[in-house]
Nanobody, 122 residues
């Protein structure tokens, strides 16, 4: 089992940047597929990015602005967010999937962090 805790959220102006971190517990972190999702109140959770081994996967609207990476030694997964827009405002969640792989469906993930709020002002 793995426990996840996100950090790095906050308030930023449009055009700015934030880097989210997701610290994980567990001895086999490197074998997990990791993902970032976001959710706005009243809407479904939305896939942002995923990473497994050397493979990354992004949803189209964030490709080129967001970058997912991981440091298995820490063990932590990151989401670098650049050129932020007000529509990026959401709670951002980190998720882990046993067995690896990059998946965009939230039902594919086994463990979730509590989330971190990102607010982008115009």
């Amino acid at each position: 089992q793995v426990q996840l805790v996100e950090s790095g959220g906050g308030l930023v102006q449009a055009g700015g940047s934030l880097r989210l971190s997701c610290a994980a517990s567990g001895r086999t972190f490197s074998s997990y597929g990791m993902g970032w999702f976001r959710q706005v109140p009243g809407k479904e959770r939305e896939f942002v990015a995923a990473i497994s081994g050397g493979t990354t996967y992004y949803t189209g609207s964030m490709k080129g602005r967001f970058t997912i990476s991981r440091d298995n030694a820490k063990p932590t997964v990151y989401l670098q967010m650049n050129s932020l827009k007000p529509e990026d405002t959401a709670v951002y969640y980190c998720a882990a999937r046993e067995g690896g792989g990059v998946y965009y469906r939230d039902t594919s993930y086994d463990y979730w962090g509590p989330g971190t709020q990102v607010t982008v002002s115009s």
